[in-house]
Every structure is written in structure tokens, then in C-alpha cells.
């Protein structure tokens, strides 16, 4: 109560926040008069002086108000458009690395502009990180024409770019590319043998746009890097005919969880379907023998009774598209991981690729946190602004509207079913579509938008549906949203990154009908009226009552609803919202109080009739609020795992990175050998134990393994006080001299090489097969609570031990290839026509659910740190006694899991093409 009465008298804490920059707005406009005096010369002049201040000493917060006081007299010169006093605000909150919470239509974009220019004067580097990458393209021609206009250099990135052209775009000032692409493009730099060859330089500054759904929404599932496997389709397409069939009485589905659970009897009847199927290696489903069966088994169901047809997923060109939930939007190149898509491929008949195994990942909340500093903006934070401080230390700032808000927010009216909802929803749209007023419609998913075309379509209301199957139309439909008696069925996306302005969209109205006719009178006059058109019809639309947003359900998160709501009332225009449930929605049968909404809804309403309660709608508040508490726990969840794996991923990269740098890499070979001869005889005789204990016969066979060498340590044991330490030194005696004799027989120059490419590979290698071990792990850690035990810790401790072995094995394996390999001097290969380089591909995987909540990466390739790849003119053997292996294969880019071409029937990657 107090509180609330000490806000009305003194503002919140937030408006008091607001207000203190007043008075850097009030610098800034004092300055505005001086600078549009200004010549162009002169305005563009002053990016050289501002460097020139930093050079002398000043900071940016020094050089702020004069900076914004250019970039907007720059933008009325060259974009046209004046920054507003709140827009001004908002870039200093951007500046000052919090996130900017403006309304739809409030001008993100161009307030971006200040605190992007202020930043890249440094020269250090900006990144504007957007969800998509239309909206990276056209925001890197559209403002970078003024930070062009002011003397900086702009780069984009989308997918498939070359390296060299991404390398550009990242030496810029200023560089706009998505979350995806920049994310992707650490891994990759770090999977390089060279530091000439990565693309990105050191972190300095990046401003997210739509920042809850790029770091709430997409920090859901981390980054990854795989290579694929080997071919199992049979093995899928089998499983899938055992479990399609399978009765609801074998088994118990988790809607919130989305997992399937076999019961009692439907482990004896999928025993029973597996035993027929020759599937299984013993009675028992759950016997060790049959893990792969049984992992297969739980995707396979989740696949066939979980994941639905055009909600989860479409099927197009005889591929399984994912679609992504929060936007609707599809997510080709996309795939779920752990075996889920090819469960959904053998599901819907359509050609199975093979799995993936994981080469590099990161989670959205590491990646960002490199950065020093990080802002962002949206029109929809404020709901998450303990998860965006508690994760990332950001601080959300509300930035007031330039004109109050004209839009009317209705309450919810609830059916008792989804026909009566329909049928109300289908009805409201015809009667405001008879007055002219326009209709955006969002639903939840692409079954409900085609559902309620059809209401619509007998109602005789002319629409257009926005939704994954439109992708390509998005821009243009929605930019025609405002128009008179327009209906616009969205799903779950309403137009991100195009306003919905009334009476229609000049430019794109301009750019459609003109887009035949050449500059001149004619097409200068044409515009014009198609201008006044615009402008009349806006004044009618606005008559009629502006933009009717209608939802069809709650959607699991507030932020997704209020982005729904806030396309309307854009800019003070009149506007009206109203949602529509029923007892059936998602929302209210899966984590509504079922028994209250059952009584009073069957109990007091008849068919087609509605209500409006405030307590419901609180109802309904609330248990939104309970899926965003419990998507956060999940969230978090994986950040409290990844920051496990960031911790060694940190190890390993910084030490790839000196190893890369180094000009030679002796030192850190011989503390190897070093450590991993000391580790063999420590295994072998441990401390404080007498020789007789001591394992000679297994410590013999070790050092022929990774020495080949075969060591008479049995005579040793006949002298007086032999030790350990003795056997140690002696090992490391034999190993140099031997090391010694191959150093001479090549250039020194080539053997730095060699032994630089030899550690980078293996340290590649194993990193990758530490992942795979820690990706099974995570899965399976968490059955120990039942064991009272915390999974996160169990997961810690393991982990821990797994990175210690990882290190050991990479310590041996480069002492063993070192000591045992053959090297000798060759020709360099020819340069083929075409690159072999590894198919590599990119995917944003739940590590514990294996779904995917991401747009396409760039699918780009790159040289991988391969032990072949040292310039050619070394070429090593490795194997027992150093017998010369050649691969007359090579350049043919063959799977290393593909049968050898020789027709012996081992793998390619066991036979010729054994590195």
C-alpha cells in the first residue's frame, strides 16, 4: 500500500531513472541549432575529431551529447527522420549497456543509430545482432547509409559468406549479423590451425535486438557444431513400425515435459514387438545390451505421439521442417539432435539423414557474456528483468512513448469450447471488416490459422494468412495490414521487423505498383498520388477505430502476447485488443486449476455464450506466470551445465590459441612427454609400494604402445635401489635420444610445423570426443536424485574428472604419434580442382530435450584443423614400427564411415583412410 501510495507521489524508480537523463537530452538539443548550421563537410568532419578527443584522453561518456547531437542532425539529412527526446534517451540507456523496453513503433531501429556510431569511433568494433537475417541486410543498407554519411564502414553477415568476406565484415566499424551467425563463426574460429584464418577480432560492444527473444527465448537450447555419423535408417524405420500402433493404455505422456513413459504392461508389449522385430539382444528391454535400442525406442515415441504435423513441425520437399514456436516461422537446415528428426523423418516416410555428433557448442548466454559490454532493446522486457539481471547483469529501462498510447485493451472473453470460440472470433471479424476497421489475428500455431481461415472463408470475409507456409510473403502482408477491411490471420509472429502502419505502407505500396516504370515525371507523379491515397485512407481507418488486435489463445509467455497487442496503437493512433479462450486452449488444459475452470464454465455457460471476468483473466495471468517461472528453471538449468563445459571450452581454446601464436611448440611437447612417461610408471608402481608389487609386464607393454620401443626394464630391477624415479628418468633418456634422431633427419623449420599440427589435431580430436562422453553424461545424470543425490553436482564432479582424463589421453597421444611415426620428406600434393573439406553442420539443440529453437545458420565450410593439412610437403605414418600407409583415395571426399573403396569391408576411416 505505501508503495504504491509513495509512487504516486514521487514516480517509480524506473520514471526517476528516466528523468535524470534529462538532462543529457537537454545538452543534446541544446546543440542541435549549432549543428544544422553546419556544411556536410563539416558534419561529416566531426567523426575525425571525435577520435581525435579520444586519443587526447576523453572517454565516451565525455564526446555523448555533442555524438548523438550529430547522428541526429545527420539522420534529418540523410534518412530524413528526426530522433525524438525519448529516442535520445533510449540510445543513452544502449550506451550505457542496460536494454532499452520501447513500444512498438517508438523507432528501435534508428534509436540504435547513437549508440552504435558513439561506440565504433573507438575502432574496436561494434556488433548490432538481429533475429533474422532479412532484418540484418536491411538494417545494414538502411542505417548504414548514415553511418556511411558520417565516415564509418559497415559489414554484414549472412549465411554462406566466404571467409575472406567475413573477415571484412568483422573488421568494420560496425557489423550486423544475427545471433546464429556470430555464435557459429566462435565455434568455427576455434576449430581453426591458424589465427590467419579465423574471421571474428576480440568482443568490444553489441546491441540485441528483440534481446528477450534472442537471450530468454533462444538461450533455451545452446549452439552446436556436429559432423555426422554413421547411417542407421533401418534401424529407425523398424522402431517406427513398433511403436506406431502402440495404445494409450501402454503408456503415460507428460504434455509439459513432452516425454512419453511406458508403463508395466506396455514394456511387455513393446518386448513383444521388438523380439519379432529381432531388434532385441536379450528378454529384458532395459538389460545394458540394449541401451542403443531403448534410446532409439523414447524418440521414436516421442516422435510419433508428441510432436504433431504442421504445430511442431511441417513436411516440404520431402523434408521435415521444424517450425519454430515463438514466431511460427520455419527453421529449414534446422534439425532436432539425439536421434528425435530422424524418429519424425521415419515417422512421415521421407528420406532420413544420418545423425550428428557434436564438434563444437556454446550456449547464447556464454557467448554474450564475452562481451565488455552488452545492451540491447525490445518493445517486451519487463516481464523477464530478473532472469535478463540474474543471467546476463543487464538492467531493463522502460523508455516512455513519444505520444501516449491511443490503444484500447479489452478484457478476455472466454467459450466453453473451441467451435463456440471460433464461431464468436469469425463473427467479430465480420463485423468490423463491414466498418472498414483492419484485423490482425494472432494464433498459435499453423493448424489454428488454417482452422480459422475456414470460419472465415464461410463468413465470406476476404484475408491472408501469415504463418510459416507464407514466409517468403511476411514483409509485404504485413506492411498492408492497416489498410481498410484488411483481415490478417499471423502466427505468433505479427510482423516482426515491419510496422503495421494504418491506411498501408507507402514505400511498399510504391515500390508494387511502380516497380515497372523508370524514374521521372511520370513515376514522381504516380507516387505522389499513391501518397495521398495513403494518407486519406489512414484518416478513415483511424475513423473506424484503428488496428483490432484479436488473439485466439494466451499464449505460454506474457512477452509473446503483449508483442501482439503492442502492433496496435502505434504512435498514439487509435487502437483496439481482445483475447479469445476457451476451456480446450493449450494454456488453460495443461497448466490451468482444471477443477475451478471446469465447474464454473460447464456449470454456468451455455453453448456459444461468453464471459468476462477479471478473476479470470488474474487466473490466467498466473499460470503463465507459472510456465515463464518453470521456462526460466529450464533455462538456467542449461547455463548451470554449460558453465561447467565453459569452463574447460575456455582451457582448451585459449590454449589452441597460444599454440597457434607460438612459433614453436618444443616446450609444451616435452612437458607432454614428460608427464605422460611419469603417469605410466606412476600407474604401473605406485607410491609407497614395494617392487614386487609393481606391474613390469603391463608397464612394458605401455611403452612399446607409445614409445615403440621395447625397454629391458627387468634388468633395471636386478640393480641395487632402483626407484621410480630412476625408471622415469631412463624413459625420458630413451624417448629424447630417439625424438633427437627424427628432429635430424628433417628441416627444423618442417618439424616446428609438424609438431604444431600434431598437438592442434589432437587436441581437436579429443575435445570432440570429450563433448560427445559429456553429452551423455548430462543426459543421464539426472536419474541419480533418485538416489538423493543433486544431479548438477554429480554432473560437476564428473565432468571435473572426464576433463582431467581428456587432458591425460591428449599428452599421450601426441607423445605416442610423435615417438612411433615414420616421417619423411615428399612432394607436395597438386592442388585439386575442388576443396575436400569436412561436411560440417550447425544446429541449436536442447541438450536435455533434443529440441531445436533456432533459425538456419550459414551451413559454410571450413578447412578443420586436419594432421594432413601441414602444407603438403610432410606426410606422416603413423602405426606400429612406422610401416608407410598411402591413400590412394584421397581427394575423392569419401565418408569416413563409408565402406573403403578398396572392397576390403572395413571402414574407410579404419583402412585407407586411417589418418
Sequence with gaps: MWQTIAKSFFGSANDRYVKSLDKIVARINALEPQLADFSDDELKAQTAKFRLKLAEGQTLDDIMPEAFATVREASKRVLGMRHFDVQMVGGIVLHRGEIAEMKTGEGKTLVATLATYLNAIEGKGVHVVTVNDYLATRDAEWMGQLHKWLGLTIGVIVPNMPEHARREAYAADITY?????????????NMKDSRAKMVQRPFNFAIVD??????????RTPLIISGPTEDKSDLYLTIDAVVKG?????YEKDEKSRTVQLNE??????ERRLIEAGLLNSDNLYDIENTLVVHHLDQAMRAVIMFKKDIDYIVKDDKVIIIDEFTGRMMDGRRWSNGLHQAVEAKEGVAIQ?????MASITFQNYFRMYPKLSGMTGTASTEAAEFWDIYKLNVVEIPTNQPVGRIDEQDEFYKNTADKFLAIAKAIREKNEIGQPVLVGTVSIEKSELLSEYLTKEGVEHAILNARMHEQEARIVAQAGRIGAVTIATNMAGRGTDIQLGGNIEFRTEDELGDIPEGPERDAAAERIKAEVLAERERVKEAGGLFVLGTERHESRRIDNQLRGRSGRQGDPGLSRFYLCLEDDLLRIFGPDTLFSKMMNSNL???EAIGSKWLSKAIETAQKKVEARNYEMRKQVVQYDDVMNDQRKVIYEQRA??????????VVVDMRTDAINAMVGTACPPNSYPEQWDIVGLKAKVADVMGMDVPIEDWLQEDQVEPEIIEERLQKLADDKLQEKIAALDPDMWRRLEKGILLQQLDHHWKEHLATLDALRQVVGLRAYAQKQPLNEYKQEAFGLFELMLESIREAVTKILLTSEFRISAPPPEPALPTLPQFMTGHIDPLTGEDNSNDADGSRFQAPLFGALAGSVMAQVGPGGSERTDPYAGMNINRNAPCPCGSGNKYKHCHGAV
Excluded: C, K, W
Design 246 to 250: 502402440l495404445e494409450e493404455e501402454y
Design 354 to 358: 544420418p545423425e550428428n555428433q557434436t
Design 177 to 189: 549479423s544475427t545471433n546464429n551467425e556470430l555464435g557459429f563463426d566462435y565455434l568455427r574460429d
Design 658 to 667: 597460444e599454440v597457434m601464436d607460438a612459433d614453436h611448440v618444443e616446450d
Design 210 to 219: 528483440e534481446v528477450d527473444s534472442i537471450l530468454i527465448d533462444e538461450a
Design 606 to 608: 451455455e453453448d456459444g
Design 265 to 270: 504392461e506396455g514394456t511387455e508389449e513393446i
